[in-house]
T-cell receptor, first 116, second 109 residues
Framework: DAGVIQSPRHEVTEMGQEVTLRCKPI?????LFWYRQTMMRGLELLIY????????DSGMPEDRFSAKMPNASFSTLKIQPSEPRDSAVYFC??????????????FGPGTRLTVL | GQNIDQPTEMTATEGAIVQINCTYQ??????LFWYQQHAGEAPTFLSY??LDGLEEKGRFSSFLSRSKGYSYLLLKELQMKDSASYLC??????????WGAGTKLIIKP
């Protein structure tokens, strides 16, 4: 398996523009997670899906952020409009089972977002 | 609230041993994970503890004491490639991973 795939790897945009980040989880994994990582706040869970259904979006910072998972092999995280404080590395991760304690999360390479 | 504490940064010498501590206060406990993250890369799984005691995996070992809310990651025979951040994460009662801020480990020759 190719692992979790994210695109783009780097994104530079101007304040006010719409940004769309993409993720393809590992095939067969029922859970998909979106994280944001900054030096100040560390790794923060934004939202996670189970079988394409959003389960917990309490980490989504505000209405400017939205996430979708139209099918088992694709998810998007959208920021509209983007602001400089959204600059961070955004990771997508997937996991086969949640309630089996052992199961680790497999991370994608991340998207480094810079909002000017 | 839920909280995980780790030292921000540690420095060690190549060939030596280093211990990275993690203390946690979470609503429930369903296992503790250690991840390694090299600069500019994604976190990768290192170890998992759910019962008290030591888990050994090559040069890396991880220890857990649930009664004390405490874990450590022990790295032996340090190599320059071990320079990275080490993240402690706990699965809470909802099986959600609660992440520590990470410990940046600097290895000097």
């Amino acid at each position: 398996d190719a692992g979790v795939i994210q695109s783009p790897r780097h994104e530079v945009t101007e304040m006010g523009q719409e940004v769309t980040l993409r993720c393809k989880p590992i095939s067969g994994h029922d859970y998909l997670f979106w994280y944001r990582q900054t030096m100040m706040r560390g790794l923060e869970l934004l939202i996670y899906f189970n079988n394409n259904v959003p389960i917990d979006d309490s980490g989504m910072p505000e209405d400017r952020f939205s996430a979708k998972m139209p099918n088992a092999s694709f998810s998007t995280l959208k920021i509209q409009p983007s602001e400089p404080r959204d600059s961070a590395v955004y990771f997508c991760a997937s996991s086969p089972i949640l309630r089996d304690s052992y199961n680790e999360q497999f991370f994608g390479p991340g998207t480094r977002l810079t909002v000017l | 609230g839920q909280n995980i504490d780790q030292p921000t940064e540690m420095t060690a010498t190549e060939g030596a041993i280093v211990q990275i501590n993690c203390t946690y206060q979470t609503s429930g406990f369903n296992g503790l994970f250690w991840y390694q993250q090299h600069a500019g890369e994604a976190p990768t799984f290192l170890s998992y503890n759910v019962l008290d005691g030591l888990e050994e995996k090559g040069r890396f070992s991880s220890f857990l004491s649930r009664s004390k809310g405490y874990s450590y990651l022990l790295l032996k025979e340090l190599q320059m490639k071990d320079s990275a951040s080490y993240l402690c994460a706990v699965k809470d009662s909802n099986y959600q991973l609660i992440w520590g801020a990470g410990t940046k480990l600097i290895i000097k020759p």
